[in-house]
């Protein structure tokens, strides 16, 4: 019997997330590739973690052997369609043969139809600027589907709509590169249009399915909060980055920083809100950074960050960006689809998950409908601009080798997933830096 004890409710989804690009491997008919052969990343995906060679088993028997009952993969669309007039069946059928593997092991599936790539063909015609996209992306979606619905009945459209708008068309680090606060917003409308047709879609194909998409959510604080300048930068910057896919499922209108967009056809078009955590922000008021809107985003001093400073954390703000999303939508049961850190010595990782997992047993405690966790990732993977110099797994990858070796936080998760809860013996044993702050005498 554990002395003491944080658990969860019956049923709740214990899993990890991926995506394609990220782990399958000699994926070369996208716009990611390319961009990588332009050296515009820090490495290039290469054969990844090889799961389109087959690989994607012995990760399956560990994310399964390691106790956990979910996996988020995604399929890639310039695979299945290689070109506008073409289908791949033999794509299909491999993933078929993917999902049937989690279902043998005893792993939920959970479908993202869209993470970060695009076919070569729709980013030669312009891709998510292009309103025709929408079309396309439906058209996919039907036939992608209709050959794996005997294995999947949970759907993610699009993954973090908002990161991509923002990184390819706002700060230029994804393809095409691009620097227009307009472009993103035009991106994110055409990909609001494609998810409600989706979604329409699917339901129309599978009546059980359970559709939505996943945003990543970036809570934000005023550096002061007695200063009206911070708490206008923050509530400029949080809305700017957050609020665009939210705002046009809610109501039907969709708030961009250039404008509202109305897309009626999209309101309501969620079955569950798909939340993607990682770090909150501190936001002041900062008259040398206009490109940044005069909001200056930043960890405060002494913040618990990883090394390479893409994220800190800062688990009170899983707890916000959850608490937010219940006022929104009081009523939609709530996956958090990723949260995760960059940690290759595995230091940080043990403290972030248990830590993260106790906001979320909270938020639970509050009978805010959280459903189920997916950390971000069974396995490292490639991280699109900054390749393999993030390391996100619980399982560490040799690249050279495609050995894979458990770190840590991969027995702790496995101990989480197996007990539904967080014990105080798990803490006093992975992360007993923390233990007074989680079990407080
Ligand atoms: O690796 C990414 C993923 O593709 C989307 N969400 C954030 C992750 C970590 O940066």
Redesign the pocket.
């Known amino acids: 019997m554990p002395t003491a004890s944080y658990h969860f409710p019956k049923g709740f989804l214990w899993g990890t997330?991926t995506?394609a690009h990220?782990v399958e491997g000699n994926n070369a008919n996208n716009n990611w590739h390319r961009w990588e052969q332009e050296g515009h990343t820090q490495g290039k995906a290469g054969l990844a973690c090889d799961w389109w060679g087959g690989r994607w088993k012995e990760d399956f028997d560990r994310a399964a052997e390691a106790g956990q009952n979910a996996h988020r993969l995604s399929v890639e669309w310039s695979r299945i369609q290689p070109t506008p007039d073409t289908w791949d069946e033999e794509a299909l059928e491999r993933y078929r043969t993917m999902l049937r593997g989690l279902r043998e092991r005893g792993l939920t599936a959970m479908v993202t139809l869209h993470?970060?790539t695009n076919p070569l063909w729709l980013e030669e015609r312009k891709a998510w600027e292009n309103e025709t996209s929408a079309a396309l992306f439906e058209k996919f979606v039907r036939k992608t589907v209709e050959a794996l619905r005997e294995y999947c009945s949970l759907w993610c459209t699009v993954?973090?709509p908002n990161?991509y708008a923002l990184l390819a068309y706002v700060a230029g680090d994804f393809p095409p590169g691009a620097h227009s606060l307009k472009r993103a917003a035009v991106v994110q409308a055409n990909l609001l249009r494609g998810h409600a047709a989706a979604y329409r879609t699917i339901h129309e194909l599978q009546p059980e399915a359970r559709v939505g998409f996943a945003v990543?959510i970036r809570p934000m604080v005023p550096a002061r909060a007695w200063f009206p300048l911070d708490r206008l930068m923050r509530n400029i910057q949080f809305n700017g980055i957050n609020l665009a896919f939210p705002s046009g499922i809610s109501t039907g209108v969709m708030k961009t920083p250039v404008g509202s967009v109305r897309i009626p056809e999209a309101k309501g078009t969620q079955d569950y809100f798909g939340l993607?955590y990682?770090s909150m922000d501190t936001v002041a008021f900062d008259l040398t950074r206009p490109a940044e809107l005069f909001g200056r985003r930043y960890y405060p001093e002494g913040s618990d960050v990883a090394v390479g400073g893409?994220?800190a954390n800062i688990p009170e703000g899983i707890f916000a960006a959850i608490k937010w999303a219940t006022r929104l939508y009081p009523d939609v049961p709530i996956l958090i689809t990723?949260n995760?850190i960059?940690d290759a010595d595995d230091s940080l990782r043990p403290r972030y998950l248990v830590q993260h997992l106790h906001q979320v047993w909270r938020t639970v405690n509050f009978n805010w409908p959280v459903k189920g966790y997916f950390f971000?990732?069974l396995v490292d993977?490639f991280?699109?601009e900054r390749a393999w110099t993030?390391r996100?797994g619980l399982w560490e990858l040799d690249l050279e080798t495609q050995k894979r070796t458990r770190r840590p936080s991969a027995d702790l998760y496995a101990a989480i997933c197996r007990e539904n809860g967080i014990t105080s013996e798990m803490v006093q044993q992975y992360c007993p830096e923390v233990f007074a702050r989680l079990f407080p005498e």
């Open positions: 997330a995506a990220q993470h970060f993954n973090e990161v990543q993607n990682y893409m994220n990723e995760g960059e971000w990732s993977n991280e699109w993030q996100f």
